[in-house]
Structure formats: structure tokens, C-alpha cells
């Protein structure tokens, strides 16, 4: 079955510190992948989406994602985290059907 | 902001009552989609419209019931409501249903039932 896995739940890092999220998949063909941002009571919103090509994906907010065939990965990364990126990150996968599907969410904390 | 709007922001209700959220998509969509989160199940896909007719089902419970109406707006219907269904409940817009379609998500309606 498709599936994305999150390993980490809580993440602290120092603001201007670098950030790697990272996100494994488990899919039977071309992976169509995505990473949203949930902050404090609001709704997701999308960060970069990978469906094929260049394998670095440039997002908003300073972010980019890099899909690695050979590790089964999607890792999301920002060299520079500011303390407004503190929220929840998701990694998400498309069904056959377009409907996404979640991961268990890394919620990031920035420390000053 | 996203262009997709949810009413009411807020829902308390008790054990075996019935409630409707509402969902308003962006201006162009024709797709709807809503998604639960909750503590134990995580972010999960009920169920998908498209221009009114029904496209896909998720984890979606017998007592829960959507539809899609002639101005695309959609509403969730959830009745013989149990602790259980507490939950942050998102609805989502897209174009149409290219896998290539970014859907937008709104702020979402927090469910609590006593």
C-alpha cells in the first residue's frame, strides 16, 4: 500500500540554524509527493510538490525538497530557519484516485 | 489566505446529534475534497466531489454524508455523533482532478462533541 513515514514527531532548532525534515515513501509507481505547512489554528498550505524531472524541488517560504529514488526519501529543507517557521510539516503522497494522503506530521520548534 | 471558506470555525455539540459543516470553494474549483484530523487517526481523506457528483471515497463512516451542490459550495453532514468524532475537519478545493491540481485547503472547522 502507498504510504509516507514521517520518523520524526518533534524537532528543536535554533533560529538561523539549518532544517532537514525528513519523509520516506512506500509507493509501486512514479510517486507524485508534497510537503504542507500547517501553523497554529490555521489550515495547510502547500509548500513544494514533486511529480518528475529535477529531482530539487524549490518551494515558498526559502524551502526545497529533494526526491532520492535510491533512498526512498523526499526530505524537506530550509538552510536557514526563521522562528515563523515554527508549525507542523506534513508529507503527502497522491493516491491513483488524486486524493492525498498524510504523514504523521514533524512539528518544528525554533528556539531564539 | 486560501479562497476556500469553512463555516462555522467552531462546533460544540453532544453525543448523538447530528451537525452540517459547510464548505465554499475558490472561485473556479470544481473539486472538493474534505479531510479529517484527529489525535488518533492523524489527517485522513473522507471524501471527494467534483462538479456535484461524488469522485472518490476515503475513511469516511456510514453516518457521515456529503454533498456538492449546483454552486459548488459542498457540506458535510455528521449525525449520531460519538466522542470519537471530535476532530479538526478540512475541506479542500482544486481545479479539477489532475493529479497536477494543487488543492487548497481551508482554515477548517474544530468539532468537539461532549
Known amino acids: 500500500a502507498q504510504s509516507v513515514t514521517q520518523p520524526d514527531i518533534h524537532i528543536t532548532v535554533s533560529e538561523g540554524a539549518s532544517l532537514e525534515l525528513r519523509c520516506n515513501y512506500s509507493?509501486?509507481?512514479?510517486?507524485?509527493l508534497f510537503w504542507y505547512v500547517q501553523s497554529p489554528g490555521q489550515g495547510l498550505q502547500l509548500l513544494l510538490k514533486?511529480?518528475?524531472?529535477?529531482?530539487l524541488v524549490q518551494g515558498i517560504k526559502g524551502f526545497e525538497a529533494e526526491f532520492k529514488r535510491s533512498q526512498s526519501s523526499f526530505n524537506l529543507r530550509k538552510p536557514s530557519v526563521h522562528w515563523s517557521d515554527a508549525a507542523e510539516y506534513f508529507c503527502?503522497?497522491?493516491?491513483?484516485?488524486?486524493?492525498?494522503?498524510f504523514g504523521t506530521g514533524t512539528r518544528l520548534t525554533v528556539i531564539p | 489566505d486560501s479562497g476556500v471558506t469553512q463555516t462555522p470555525k467552531h462546533l460544540i455539540t453532544a453525543t448523538g446529534q447530528r451537525v452540517t459543516l459547510r464548505c465554499s470553494p475558490r472561485s473556479g474549483d470544481l473539486s472538493v475534497y474534505w479531510y479529517q484530523q484527529s489525535l488518533d487517526q492523524g489527517l485522513q481523506f473522507l471524501i471527494q466531489y467534483y462538479n456535484g457528483e461524488e469522485r472518490a471515497k476515503g475513511n469516511i463512516l456510514e453516518r457521515f454524508s456529503a454533498q456538492q451542490f449546483p454552486d459548488l459550495h459542498s457540506e458535510l453532514n455528521l449525525s449520531s455523533l460519538e466522542l470519537g468524532d471530535s476532530a479538526l475537519y478540512f475541506c479542500?478545493?482544486?481545479?479539477?482532478?489532475?493529479?497536477?491540481?494543487?488543492?487548497?485547503f481551508g482554515p477548517g472547522t474544530r468539532l468537539t462533541v461532549l
Open positions: 503527502a503522497g497522491l493516491t491513483g484516485a488524486n486524493n492525498l494522503f
Open positions: 509507493y509501486g509507481a512514479t510517486p507524485y
Open positions: 479542500a478545493s482544486s481545479p479539477g482532478t489532475s493529479p497536477k491540481d494543487t488543492q487548497y
Open positions: 514533486y511529480f518528475s524531472g529535477d529531482t
